[in-house]
């Protein structure tokens, strides 16, 4: 098992939770709350849902949805032990092409 970062390019694999990036013509830093997201009303599935740093989730109406192409720098990497390593490497690695249907993710 590997984490993020070891022979891995970081806009390839998915950032763990907890991770603070800065999103090409941003002028805040973002952390990433969650991956594999779709925001209401919207059928594109995205690749991580973040809030403004240092702020937190303070409210739901400013989660931002972004795609990893979209990130610019790296800035941390959010905590990742053998769980996040092994949820990423089962589940996340080996999502195919998803959609929004009925409001889920298929």
Not at 88 to 106: A, H, M, T, W
Request: aromatic fraction near 12%.
């Amino acid at each position: 098992m590997k984490s993020v970062g070891e022979n891995d390019n970081m806009q390839e694999a998915l950032l763990p939770c907890g991770s603070i990036v800065k999103l090409y013509g941003g002028a805040r830093y973002v952390m990433i709350c969650g991956r594999v997201v779709f925001a209401y009303g919207d059928d594109h599935v995205y690749d991580y849902t973040g809030c403004l740093y240092p702020e937190g989730m303070a409210h739901e109406d400013k989660m931002l949805f972004f795609d990893r192409e979209a990130i610019e720098r790296i800035l941390f990497i959010g905590f990742q032990d053998r769980q996040e390593i092994e949820y990423r490497e089962q589940v996340l690695d080996s999502l195919g092409e998803l959609k929004v249907v009925n409001g889920e993710i298929v």
